[in-house]
C-alpha cells in the first residue's frame, strides 16, 4: 500500500464513525425502519433465523401455507447461513438485526475500497482514484434503500463485480489464473442473485452488456473467442443454478405471471442530471416553479459537476456536427477503450430503466411478459451512475492534468472545487439518513418495547396457539387478491411474531401464490360460505388475535366479536380466538332473526326492509345473455378492458348528503379477472363545474369470496343530486380477460334488505346467500 491508499482507508473509517458510530457501537441496539418493507424485510431475515422450521420455505407469513425464502427479501445467503451457524452458536439468532446492521454498513465502508481498486484497474491516477472513490461512493443513490430495501443498498455489489470483470479481461494472465479469475466472478454473480434478485439481475445485465460490446471490440482471434465464452458463462451459469434451485424448492403454485406496475416506476433524465435533495435542489425548484417531479424509485443522481460536464459534453458535440476541427479534440476524452465499453454498457442498461422502447411500443411487452416480473424498472439507473460517474471521473483527470500544465493553482482549484461540490452533495443525504437509522431501537429486542407491549407479550404461550390473525387484516402477495396495508396493524404484529415465534396469516409479500392469496383472504369471508381454506388447517388449536387500534371493517368485527378478549395496551389488544368459532356458520342466527322479526319489516316489491329507503335498486341482469350467471339465468357478461356501463341513474335519483351502499358479485375465476388497476365506479358528470365526480372501489380487495365469485362492496354519496349517475368499471386497455357481473343492489346506507328465493329455501339478505338451516 501506498501512502493514497492509507489515505482513503483512513478517510473512509472517519466518514463511517462520523456519520454511523452510533450504529456501529452498538450493531444490534438499532433497526433502520420500524415501518412498511424496511421492518418486514427485518422480519423476514430474522424470523428465519430464530423460529423457521425449515431451510428454503419461510413460515412466518402466508400461514398455513409460508413462502419460498427466495421470495421474502431475507438476503437468503446470509438467513440460511446464518440460521445454520445459529445451531451452533445461539447468540446469532439474538443478535441477527445487528449482524446485518453491521454487513450493510460494511458494505457501504467496502465501496470507497473496490472503487479505489477499480479505478486503479483503469489506469488513474492513484491521487485521482483516491479523490474519485470518495466521490463516487458518499454520492451513491442505494444509499436511500438503507431504510426500507435492506438488500438492495449494497453499494459495493456493481463496483466489485466491474473490478473482477476487469481482472478476468486483463491481458497476459496463465490459464490457471484466468480459471480462477472467471470461478471467483461466478461465485461473486451468484452471491448477488442469492442477496436480492433484482440485485443480481441489475449487476448481471450491466456485465453482461460490458462482456458483449467488449467482444465485439477486441474478441477476434479464436483465443479471446473462448475466454469472452468463459466470461459469458460467470454471467449464465448462476442465472440457471438460482432458477433451478428456485424452481426445486418452491413449494407454491399458480403465482401471478402478469404482475402490474412496470410503467408505475420507470426513471427519466431529471432523476439522473438533476439533483433531489440540497443544497441545489431549492435552486432547481425556483428557477422551474417546482414542476420538477422525480421518482424515488429511479434516484440515480451523478452529482452536479458530472450533470454539468453531460450538459457541456452535449452542447460540445452539437457544435461539433458543424465545426470539424473541433471533432478530434472531442474524441480525445473517448481514448480509454474499457471506461468506453462500461460507459456505453450502461447507457444500454440505462434504456431498460427509461422503459425505451416499451413506453413507446407497449405491445412489445407483451412479446417478452418476462420483463414484466420488474415492477421498479427505475432501479436499473444504477449502472449508470457508476459507469458515468468514472468516465467524468477520467475526463475530469484529464482537464486538470491539463490545468495543471497551465497553472497549479488553477488545477488544483477545479479538481477541489469538483470535490467538494461532489462530497457536499452526498454528504447531505448521509446526515439524514444517519439521523433516520440511528434513532430506532431494534423491536426485536424486548427491552426496546414499551412496558405495555411487553406485559402483552409476557401474557402470550405460543404452544397454546397455531398462528397470529391480524386486525386491520392485510394481505399483500398475489395482486389477485389482497387486503389494504395498514402500516401500524403490520408493524404490531411482525413484532408480536418475532416474539412469540408464531407465524401470521396476514401477509406483506411479493407474488405470492393466487391460490393460496384466495384462500387466506377468504378468512374475512362470513360462515355461511365455505371456506376452501379449512383443508389446510390441520392444527386444532385456537388463533391469537392481534387487534390494533378501532378501525375495523363490517366483516372484521364480526370475527372480532368471536374472540376472547385477553388484554389490552398502548391500542393494542390480544384476543383468543377459537377455531370453531373463526369458521361458525352465522346463517341460522341471521334466519332465525329474518323469521322472527319479519312481520315487522317493512315490505316493498317483495323485499323486506328493516328501515324506509329512499333508493332500493336491485339488477340481477336477468334480460342479459352470460355464460357465468351468479344466480337465475342471466347476467352482465362483457370485456374486462375499457369501460363496461352497469346502470345509469337519472337526475333526481339520489338524495343529498344521504349514504348509499352499492355491492356487486363478479367473477374471479378467470386468470387476472379483477386484479390490474381494475376498477369499480361510481361515477356522476357535473356540467356547472365541467368536472366528474368518481367514487372507486378496487375488486381486488373484496372480503367476501364464494366460490369463483366476489363480493365488491363500498359506500357512496353523490356530489349533486341534480347529476346523472352512473355505475361502471374500468379496466386497461390492453387486458384480456372477459369481464363477468350479476346482481348489483344499491339501497340507503345501513339499511338491511331482505327477501326469499328458491321456493324460501335461501335468505337474500344485503346481496349475500344463505341457505335454509332447514
Not at 34 to 49: C, E, L, M, P, R
Not at 158 to 172: D, E, F, Q, T, V
Not at 449 to 458: I, M, N, R, V, Y
Not at 542 to 568: R, W
Request: with cysteine.
Amino acid at each position: 500500500m501506498k501512502l493514497p491508499d492509507f489515505v482513503l482507508v483512513g478517510f473512509a473509517v472517519i466518514f463511517m464513525v462520523f456519520f454511523y458510530g452510533k450504529v456501529l457501537w452498538s450493531p444490534n441496539d438499532s433497526m433502520f425502519s420500524h415501518s412498511g418493507d424496511g421492518i418486514k424485510n427485518y422480519f423476514t431475515y430474522a424470523y428465519h433465523i430464530a423460529h423457521n422450521s425449515n431451510a428454503t420455505n419461510f413460515d412466518g407469513m402466508n400461514y398455513p401455507f409460508g413462502e419460498s425464502y427466495l421470495y421474502t427479501d431475507c438476503h437468503p445467503v446470509f438467513a440460511y447461513a446464518f440460521r445454520a451457524i445459529s445451531n451452533v452458536v445461539p447468540i446469532v439468532q439474538t443478535h441477527s438485526v445487528g449482524l446485518l446492521n453491521g454487513v450493510l454498513l460494511l458494505s457501504m465502508f467496502l465501496t470507497f475500497l473496490f472503487m479505489h481498486l477499480l479505478l486503479l484497474e483503469l489506469k488513474f491516477l492513484r491521487w485521482f482514484s483516491v479523490l474519485f472513490s470518495i466521490t463516487i461512493a458518499v454520492l451513491s443513490p442505494q444509499l436511500f434503500r438503507l431504510d426500507g430495501h435492506l438488500a438492495l443498498s449494497y453499494s459495493v455489489a456493481i463496483p466489485l463485480s466491474w473490478w473482477l470483470l476487469l481482472r478476468c479481461l486483463r491481458a497476459g494472465q496463465k490459464k490457471v489464473q484466468q480459471a480462477r479469475s472467471i470461478a471467483i466472478m461466478m461465485l461473486n454473480n451468484l452471491f448477488w442473485l442469492f442477496i436480492h434478485a433484482y440485485l443480481g439481475v441489475i449487476v448481471l445485465s450491466f456485465l453482461l452488456c460490458m462482456v458483449f460490446l467488449n467482444f465485439l471490440s477486441q474478441g477476434k482471434t479464436g483465443q479471446k473467442r473462448w475466454h469472452h465464452a468463459g466470461l459469458l458463462l460467470t454471467i449464465c451459469a448462476p442465472i440457471a443454478l438460482f432458477l433451478i434451485h428456485e424452481n426445486t424448492i418452491d413449494l407454491h403454485e399458480n403465482r401471478t405471471d402478469n404482475p402490474s406496475g412496470f410503467f408505475l416506476h420507470n426513471a427519466e433524465l431529471d432523476d439522473v442530471f438533476i439533483p433531489h435533495d440540497r443544497p441545489f435542489r431549492p435552486f432547481f425548484d425556483q428557477l422551474t416553479g417546482n414542476i420538477i417531479k422525480q421518482k424515488w424509485e429511479a434516484r440515480g443522481y451523478v452529482g452536479l459537476a458530472n450533470s454539468l460536464l453531460f450538459l457541456i459534453g452535449l452542447l460540445t458535440a452539437l457544435i461539433a456536427l458543424f465545426r470539424k476541427k473541433l471533432r478530434p479534440h472531442l474524441w480525445d476524452f473517448f481514448d480509454h477503450g474499457l471506461v468506453n465499453v462500461a460507459l456505453l454498457a450502461s447507457i444500454l442498461v440505462l434504456l431498460f430503466a427509461l422503459a425505451i422502447p416499451f413506453r413507446q411500443f407497449p405491445d412489445l411487452l407483451e412479446m417478452v411478459p418476462v420483463l414484466k416480473q420488474f415492477r421498479a424498472t427505475g432501479r436499473f439507473v444504477w449502472p449508470f451512475y457508476f459507469a458515468f460517474s468514472v468516465f467524468s471521473g477520467y475526463v475530469f483527470q484529464r482537464l486538470t492534468l491539463i490545468l495543471l500544465n497551465r497553472s497549479r493553482f488553477a488545477g488544483v482549484s477545479f479538481i477541489a472545487l469538483v470535490f467538494l461540490v461532489t462530497f457536499a452533495e452526498g454528504a447531505v443525504g448521509h446526515h439524514h439518513m444517519s439521523h433516520r437509522i440511528s434513532s430506532q431501537k431494534n423491536v426485536f429486542l424486548p427491552e426496546h418495547l414499551s412496558p405495555g407491549f411487553q406485559a402483552l407479550l409476557d401474557q402470550i404461550d405460543s404452544e397454546q396457539y397455531q398462528a397470529i390473525i391480524s386486525f386491520p387484516f392485510f394481505y399483500n402477495g398475489s395482486e389477485s387478491f389482497s387486503r389494504p396495508r395498514d402500516e401500524l396493524a403490520v408493524t404490531n404484529s411482525l413484532i408480536v411474531a418475532y416474539h412469540t415465534g408464531l407465524p401470521c396469516v396476514s401477509t406483506n409479500l411479493t407474488r405470492t401464490s393466487v391460490d393460496e392469496s384466495k384462500k387466506i383472504v377468504q378468512f374475512l369471508s362470513p360462515g355461511y360460505y365455505p371456506k376452501n381454506i379449512q383443508a389446510d388447517l390441520t392444527d386444532n388449536r385456537p388463533f391469537l388475535v392481534v387487534k390494533t387500534g378501532t378501525n375495523f371493517t363490517t366483516y372484521e368485527k364480526a370475527i372480532i366479536e368471536k374472540a376472547e378478549p385477553i388484554d389490552f395496551a398502548d391500542g393494542l389488544g390480544i384476543m383468543r380466538l377459537s377455531k370453531e368459532a373463526l369458521f361458525e356458520n352465522e346463517g341460522p342466527v341471521i334466519w332465525a332473526r329474518f323469521e322472527a322479526d319479519s312481520s315487522q319489516l317493512n315490505q316493498r316489491n317483495g323485499y323486506f326492509l328493516s328501515d324506509t329507503c329512499s333508493v332500493l335498486y336491485h339488477d340481477g341482469f336477468e334480460n342479459q345473455d352470460s355464460p357465468l350467471p351468479f344466480a337465475g339465468n342471466g347476467g352482465y357478461h362483457g370485456l374486462k378492458k375499457g369501460e363496461n356501463k352497469l346502470a345509469i341513474f337519472a337526475a333526481n335519483t339520489f338524495l343529498k348528503d344521504r349514504d348509499y351502499d352499492v355491492s356487486i358479485w363478479m367473477h374471479n375465476g378467470e386468470k387476472d379477472a379483477l386484479n390490474l388497476w381494475f376498477r369499480f365506479l361510481i361515477e356522476e358528470y357535473d356540467a356547472p363545474s365541467n368536472q366528474w365526480f368518481r367514487t372507486p372501489f378496487f375488486p381486488e380487495f373484496s372480503e367476501v369470496i364464494y366460490g369463483d365469485w366476489s363480493l365488491v362492496e363500498g359506500s357512496f354519496r353523490v356530489h349533486d343530486p341534480a347529476n346523472v349517475v352512473q355505475i361502471v368499471t374500468r379496466g386497461k386497455a390492453n387486458s384480456k380477460a372477459t369481464f363477468n357481473a350479476d346482481e348489483l343492489l344499491i339501497k340507503d346506507k345501513g339499511v338491511k334488505v331482505f327477501k326469499l328465493l328458491d321456493d324460501e329455501q335461501t335468505l337474500f339478505y344485503n346481496n349475500h346467500r344463505i341457505q335454509s338451516p332447514r
